[in-house]
């Protein structure tokens, strides 16, 4: 089945944005907008398993509450404080004229996204057993097992907070679903006869919908569900509503509104002067707790008088008002994806061991000697590789220190237990967490606390920059030559330490003993740890003060070879696409006739296909099974053969804050195994003709379509390589 037009062309906007066929660039937020679109439209593709069409609408769904969250607030606050746009993008449109352009295409999407729900999933959802319904839908027998689970579970929870000149307002947080409701005296003259407001927020520790066929009745045991005997749920807010005689006794409700609230995450404090940068990260997630309201989203046809209340004391305008039909929060849609019916989800995939660690026994240093050693994740196993030379090193007693930056990383990470277990024998440890990780500072202050209450040697990173690289050290005392003397190892990777996103996430790392890349990451870890600056590197290229300008020298030689007449192509694997500079120099390549491949999953305000501009410049976005993480940069140099390329792997994005504001790696690729394994995941990705989005010069995608005949199990189908995966290990996974 075709997606829906909807999702194959983008809508032509009514708003006052410009032209975007008269641009230069596109706008961030539109364009980010646009990737949202394409993960929605995965949510309708009939080829998808069915309840991994419902992990996407809330994947879709918790995308737009980040969005909502860091970028409609960040707009909010530039134009409360009168900032016309970035410093760095002197064009960019005034903040309003943005907000109401997003706004404008946010309800669109959400129109769409509410017909599918209700006219095809619902209903594939019900034909295979499993049923969302409403509270009134339920039979006497189911209703009263649900009543009899409110009052014993819920109940008791529940705190009904009313406002009157003895109660104010109370604090409504972030991404809370929450009932609003007027109530009155049943007896008249016993109170002030009018209508008060009350707050009782849904208790987030319960789940959302709540599985009425698991339910006790009365004195019964739980009824066992059959196979063919549907899976039947309720909305929590639905159960309570139900059952608010027992929360206002003597009182009558009159009218109830279910509504969550969004608030802004922009907010930043200035940390260029701060004694104590893990105190201040502290005091900024204090204040991001009261920040400004941002959006409520509420049900259609909501109560006017309870609405306007809201609005009032949240501060928010009628524009700031999202309503429609289904789930008041999609992103519970989770808890529905994840339920256990292994017929409607993908089997799960399972990692391989990468070929040059296939002995679990072997000396993994003496792996690392023999060659680099380049692990693709979650293809190849991350907990047989990344977290087998983090453990290996704090257990191993030649090895004599440890470094590692950790940006974001599981709550139960291995990384963290290790890397104290390494202290608490007596090893140097020193470890860089980013207190400043967008939402994940609370975890990251825990951590912090947790590792220097272990001795290690913590650092929260160079003021002024958020440190992004992903990178580890382990220094070793070994014979070298017959002599005994130290020798380095280090792990650069494309993704974070974390065991979990390693699953999900694909991802590139190299583990290598090179010395000269060796050296780089000593020195990068001094500068990140100590007050060195002007750092010199060998092979590494570093940000803010090298990369971007090598990325222009790159691009530069690329240039010149075209005019030489010989072969000229950049090829480049990113999650996001918005740095001016990089992007004129692109431009300036395609008009030199350098050939452009750029594959970007989200957003790209670089416009492609542009006559006299860029129609030498390709984009495509991935969007599949597994969230296309990794960054890879490949230049021609002026050969034919892949083999001869120069190749990069990278934490950063080209973006400005990648490249000016944050502290980021690109390590060279040398090994030519690895360059020719590189190769094959560019030529796969651009050979995919099954997960593919291809950017038009207007800023539209269009969905490629495979040939009839494609295989099933092709390389196309997978969006990835993970088909050479199995080619190289000689398994064959389940997928």
Not at 107 to 134: F, K
Request: some cysteine; hydrophobic content about 40%; glycine content about 4%.
């Amino acid at each position: 089945m075709k997606p829906p037009t909807f999702y194959r062309l983008a809508h032509t906007m009514k708003s006052d944005m410009p032209d975007p066929e008269q641009a230069r660039f596109m706008n961030r937020d539109i364009s980010w907008l646009e990737f949202n679109r394409r993960v929605l439209a995965q949510a309708f593709d009939d080829s998808t398993p069915l309840l991994e069409r419902v992990k996407f609408i809330a994947i879709f769904a918790s995308n737009l509450d980040e969005f909502f969250m860091k970028r409609i607030g960040l707009l909010k606050s530039r134009h409360r404080q009168h900032i016309p746009h970035s410093p760095n993008r002197p064009d960019e449109l005034p903040p309003m004229q943005t907000l109401h352009a997003c706004y404008e295409l946010i309800r669109e999407m959400e129109t769409e996204l509410s017909t599918n729900i209700t006219d095809r999933l619902m209903p594939d959802l019900a034909a295979q057993g499993i049923e969302i319904i409403d509270y009134e839908q339920l039979g006497k027998k189911s209703r009263k097992a649900v009543d009899e689970w409110f009052n014993t579970a819920v109940f008791p929870i529940l705190t009904p907070l009313a406002v009157d000149p003895g109660h104010r307002f109370p604090f409504i947080s972030n991404l809370s679903t929450n009932l609003g409701l007027l109530v009155e005296p049943k007896e008249p003259g016993t109170m002030s006869d009018e209508p008060r407001f009350a707050r009782i927020k849904v208790p987030a520790v319960l789940p959302y919908f709540i599985r009425v066929d698991h339910l006790r009745t009365g004195d019964e045991e739980p009824n066992e569900p059959t196979l063919d005997a549907p899976a039947r749920f309720v909305p929590l807010d639905q159960i309570i509503i139900n059952n608010l005689d027992d929360l206002f006794p003597g009182m009558r409700v009159t009218e109830v509104l279910p509504f969550r609230l969004t608030r802004s995450a922009a907010v930043e404090l200035d940390d260029e002067d701060v004694e104590d940068l893990l105190e201040h990260v502290e005091e900024e997630l204090r204040m991001r707790r009261f920040a400004n309201s941002v959006r409520i989203q509420t049900p259609p046809n909501p109560s006017p008088r309870i609405l306007n209340f809201l609005l009032n004391e949240l501060r928010l305008s009628q524009e700031d008002h999202f309503a429609r039909p289904g789930p008041i929060a999609c992103v519970d849609l989770f808890e529905i994806a994840n339920i256990d019916r292994p017929d409607l989800q993908t089997p799960p995939w399972k990692p391989v061991r990468p070929p040059a660690l296939a002995d679990p026994e072997a000396d993994i240093f003496a792996k690392i000697r023999e060659r680099d050693i380049l692990v693709h994740h979650p293809y190849e196993s991350f907990s047989d590789s990344v977290e087998r030379f983090i453990s290996s090193a704090a257990s191993d007693p030649d090895v004599l220190a440890i470094k590692l930056t950790l940006y974001r990383t599981s709550q139960d990470s291995p990384f963290v237990d290790s890397l104290v277990r390494a202290a608490e024998d007596g090893k140097q440890v020193a470890c860089l967490v980013e207190l400043r990780a967008r939402f994940d500072e609370e975890k990251n202050v825990t951590f912090a606390r947790q590792l220097e209450a272990a001795g290690v040697h913590v650092a929260y990173g160079v003021l002024g920059l958020k440190t992004h690289s992903k990178c580890s050290l382990v220094v070793r005392r070994e014979k070298i030559d017959g002599n005994w003397g130290l020798r380095s190892y280090a792990h650069l990777g494309t993704g974070n330490y974390h065991p979990k996103t390693a699953q999900l996430y694909t991802d590139l790392g190299l583990l290598t003993a090179d010395e000269a890349i060796t050296g780089d990451v000593v020195r990068l870890f001094n500068m990140i740890t100590g007050l060195s600056s002007g750092q010199h590197y060998d092979r590494l290229v570093v940000a803010p003060d090298h990369m971007r300008n090598r990325f222009i020298e790159l691009i530069n030689t690329e240039i010149a070879n075209a005019k030489k007449g010989r072969p000229a192509h950049i090829f480049a694997k990113m999650n996001s696409m918005e740095d001016r500079m990089i992007t004129e120099k692109l431009y300036e390549a395609s008009q030199a006739g350098v050939q452009i491949d750029l594959i970007v999953r989200g957003f790209c305000c670089l416009r492609p296909g542009i006559p006299g501009v860029s129609e030498n410049i390709r984009v495509r976005s991935i969007i599949g099974r597994f969230l296309e993480h990794s960054r890879v940069y490949a230049f021609a140099d002026g050969q034919e053969d892949p083999s001869a390329f120069r190749y990069y792997i990278s934490s950063a994005d080209w973006m400005y804050r990648n490249l000016s504001n944050r502290v980021e790696a690109a390590c060279p690729i040398e090994d030519p195994d690895a360059k020719r394994r590189i190769w094959e995941l560019l030529d796969t990705v651009l050979r995919d003709q099954r997960k593919s989005w291809i950017m038009q010069p207007n800023g539209r995608y269009l969905r490629l379509t495979p040939p009839s005949d494609a295989p099933e199990d092709s390389p196309e189908r997978m969006g990835t390589f993970a088909t050479l995966m199995r080619r190289a290990s000689g398994n064959r996974p389940s997928i």
